[in-house]
């Protein structure tokens, strides 16, 4: 075996691994000076970002990769911890690790004058690692542990301007409800162990019956990491905590939100996958119903998102109000899938889903960042307060643009491509879910409008005459997304063929990765 | 916290030992009976909150820094994932155990049965028990002592 074979055998642990023992030597390190300190951080997490890299190279060249925890082989019965990697976990991988490694670039001058930066590092990176593992996990009780992780990492990490008020509200808000979640996940958990005596995703989804027990256990599953994913009934927490976190704290959050949304991927395709097309009553099968739900709530969740965003001053909770009816549209998405399950433009729509996963971390973030320089500037968070910024923050305001356009999804941005997707195949579901979706689509292109000339244009404000643009390492990490966005919306087919349809592949084959467990004992 | 009579002051000094071997047994032995190192990391901590109540927040805090207490509890933490990652190094899997059988440290493999009495087993289990009360003698007391300093700070004010 050589060292190459031996280091993409061992980087599904590594990458778990090295953000967590780099999160423990943080303390110790920023104890030498405050400089190693972020480039120990960045180091780390781009080293998880070549194993990252490594690994993706790998899973889409020979298929599904497991890892087993203190094992060499699986022996029955299947206890051990493992790690199941497929196209749609090194997808979720990739951008979690993009955005990490964009936040600690930007938190390097953005929080350059604050206290306690040692415990940041160390909660940022727990983040990192929570969302990493729930992403490429094959064990419920493990996605369990690894969401609590995340939990309580990332209320730390919002109450990190604990002087406000209310960011200590938005933490508590943020705790009290995913605490309560979490153990509705447990809860499911146990239901399985008990029917299955298996915590296993593989074995769990080969031998599911869809009793009265899997109903209620599929219930509290999807309310849960929907609630974590910023669906619209339960959203009301992350307004609140996108907008009073600091926005590199925002970017972790927001990978944690998406490795939620994963986890409602890889329920509904892959533990629920065999028992989908049965029908429970009148002839409806599962997938139709649990389709329309999720299509029903999603259409809330962009109306109610883009009507709140209409009205709020503050602008870090307006891009919140934005954050959730971008949720609303991959959601929209997976339910159109699951909905029409074996059409053509199920696929269709599954792709559009996927890549938006991406579009929307890169959009909303870099929206979030803008709006984070505009706050490290000028201390302000309310729109009435500021204006005519245009003027000495040019970069800035681009980045801002960019990151509008992509948003409301406008050609030749990334955001166009995604949602062109949406739209096409939900028309074929339904016309009126796609006008809704579209006119929607134009009502955020209209708010962010409103922002821009708020901001950006307009007559100069006597107290912001001597603003000056944004420290470096804050531009370049907007610089990189929005990079980033305009490359992904000039060459969309790049990212389509070699990343997303492999990872949709991955979730609509789930006897794939059933077989790759429980076929190899 | 301000501190206790000599009669609380005596019997928290008979108490205080035996806390801290009943805490380090459960650890020790975390591989063979119930518990390990969270669990005697919580009793041994569980002692140093006797002191903390007994002899009053100021005194604890001029002979305890909590700046190392949060250094050996990032030690307690590492020293778990070094042990997990030395697993890739000599048997080639993450967590691997590579100590078990190995007629090293903690290395003999008993009979199949109740073996409640050889300590020396469990590979790397009991190393890991051991990083798990480390981190969790120090977390649990710098979090005791924090809050007993917050509360303490109005009355040491006056």
Do not use: C
């Given at each position: 075996m050589t060292y190459l074979e031996a280091l993409i055998q061992h980087s599904v642990a590594l990458i778990i691994a090295v953000p967590l023992l780099s999160a423990f030597l943080m303390p110790l390190v920023s104890r030498v000076h405050p400089i190693l300190r972020n480039i120990f951080a960045l180091l780390m997490l781009t080293v998880t970002g070549c194993f990252i890299g490594l690994l993706t190279t790998d899973v889409l060249a020979n298929g599904p990769r497991i890892y087993i925890f203190g094992a060499k082989e699986l022996t029955l019965p299947l206890v051990r911890i493992l790690f199941e990697v497929d196209g749609i976990n090194v997808f979720m991988a990739i951008i979690t690790i993009i955005l990490a490694i964009i936040a600690v670039i930007y938190s390097w001058?953005?929080?350059?004058?604050?206290?306690g930066l040692d415990k940041y590092y160390t909660l940022l990176l727990l983040v990192v690692t929570s969302a990493l593992g729930m992403e490429m996990t094959g064990d419920v009780f493990n996605f369990f542990v690894f969401l609590e992780i995340s939990c309580i990492a990332s209320c730390a990490l919002i109450a990190?301007?604990?002087?406000?008020g209310e960011a200590l509200e938005a933490a508590f808000k943020y705790i009290v409800i995913s605490s309560v979640g979490a153990l509705f996940v447990l809860f499911a958990v146990g239901i399985f162990y008990a029917q299955?005596?298996?915590?296993n995703i593989a074995t769990i989804a080969q031998a599911i019956q869809f009793s009265f027990l899997d109903k209620i256990a599929l219930i509290l599953l999807v309310v849960v990491l929907g609630m974590k994913a910023g669906l619209?009934?339960?959203?009301?927490w992350l307004p609140d905590a996108y907008g009073r976190a600091p926005p590199s704290v925002t970017l972790v959050i927001m990978s944690a939100t998406l490795a939620s949304f994963y986890g409602v991927l890889r329920i509904l395709f892959t533990l629920y996958g065999n028992i989908?097309?049965?029908?429970?009553?009148?002839?409806?099968p599962l997938n139709v119903v649990l389709g329309w739900i999720l299509i029903v709530l999603a259409v809330v969740s962009i109306l109610i998102g883009v009507i709140m965003a209409l009205i709020q001053s503050d602008l870090m909770r307006l891009i919140g109000y934005a954050a959730v009816a971008e949720v609303g549209y991959m959601f929209l998405a997976i339910g159109t899938t699951i909905a029409a399950?074996?059409?053509?433009y199920a696929t269709v729509a599954l792709h559009g889903g996927i890549l938006h996963v991406l579009n929307d971390a890169l959009d909303i973030g870099l929206l979030f960042l803008v709006a984070g320089a505009i706050y490290y500037v000028t201390k302000k968070r309310s729109l009435?307060?500021?204006?005519?910024?245009a003027r000495t923050m040019k970069f800035t305001t681009v980045f801002f643009i960019i990151g509008l356009l992509a948003v409301a999804g406008?050609?030749?941005?990334?955001?166009f491509t995604s949602k062109f997707l949406i739209y096409e195949s939900v028309y074929q579901l339904n016309p009126i879910l796609s006008i809704i979706a579209l006119l929607c689509s134009i009502l955020m292109l209209a708010i962010f409008i409103k922002v821009l000339y708020a901001t950006f244009f307009g007559p100069e404000l006597p107290e912001l005459k001597d603003v000056k643009e944004a420290p470096k390492s804050m531009l370049l990490a907007m610089g990189i997304v929005a990079g980033l966005a305009i490359f992904i919306g000039l060459f969309p087919n790049l990212f389509l063929d070699s990343l997303v349809k492999p990872a949709a592949d991955a979730l609509l084959n789930h006897t794939q990765y059933i077989t790759t467990i429980v076929g190899g004992i | 916290m301000t501190e206790m009579t000599r009669i609380v002051k005596t019997i928290a000094n008979i108490l205080f030992p035996f806390t801290m071997i009943f805490g380090l047994y459960i650890i020790t032995h975390g591989h063979l009976t119930p518990g390990g190192g969270f669990q005697g990391g919580a009793v041994i901590a569980s002692g140093c909150a006797l002191l903390l109540v007994t002899y009053g927040s100021r005194w604890v805090l001029t002979r305890i820094k909590e700046k190392r207490l949060a250094a050996f509890e990032s030690m307690g933490a590492i020293g778990f994932i070094t042990i997990a990652l030395l697993g890739i190094v000599f048997?080639?899997?993450?967590?691997?155990?590579?100590?078990?059988?190995?007629?090293?440290?903690?290395g003999n493999v008993p009979a199949?049965?109740?073996?409640?009495?050889?300590?020396?087993?469990g590979g790397v289990l009991p190393l890991m028990n051991f990083a798990v009360g480390v981190k969790v003698i120090a977390g649990l007391f710098v979090i005791i002592l924090i809050m007993s300093y917050a509360s303490s700070i109005k009355e040491w004010g006056q």
């Open positions: 001058s953005f929080l350059d004058k604050q206290d990190f301007w604990i002087a406000e299955y005596n298996a915590l619209a009934p339960m959203h009301m989908l097309p049965t029908s429970i009553r009148f002839d409806l399950l074996g059409a053509p009435d307060d500021i204006g005519g910024l406008m050609p030749p941005l990334n955001g | 048997s080639m899997v993450f967590f691997g155990n590579f100590l078990a059988g190995s007629n090293l440290l903690f199949t049965g109740s073996t409640l009495a050889d300590l020396n087993t």
